[in-house]
């Protein structure tokens, strides 16, 4: 990784500098670099992750906040089981379950 990072920063110095360096490099061309740099490592690790999970065989369902269906499965899934289980409870209230049924209807 740091390999990568040092590659970036390299890369980052062969693309030069502009003219007028943003307001986030304060005026340091170095700062600059590292900003370039890091921002860089980050979307490869991204593309690397979702390759490889790709890989793996799980695609993401979303990429705006990158969401896999196994995952978006399993909290369905408890989402779902939260939701039987008020729905008895509102039933015990409203008098159409006896509260014994309660615990035994899973």
Do not use: C
Not at 13 to 18: F, K, Q, R, W, Y
Not at 38 to 47: E, K, N, P
Not at 67 to 79: D, F, L, P
């Amino acid at each position: 990784m740091l390999l990568v990072f040092v590659a970036a920063i390299v890369a980052s110095e062969v693309a030069s500098t502009p003219a007028e360096l943003p307001d986030v490099a304060m005026g340091w061309a170095l700062l600059f670099h590292l900003e370039r740099a890091a921002a860089l490592l980050g979307v490869i690790g991204i593309v690397l992750l979702i390759g490889w999970r790709a890989i793996q065989g799980e695609f993401p369902v979303k990429f705006g906040n990158v969401e896999y269906a196994k995952e978006a499965a399993a909290e369905a899934e408890q989402g779902a089981e939260e939701q039987e289980h008020r729905i008895r409870v509102l039933e015990v209230l409203a008098g159409i379950r006896e509260p014994t049924e309660l615990d035994t209807d899973q």
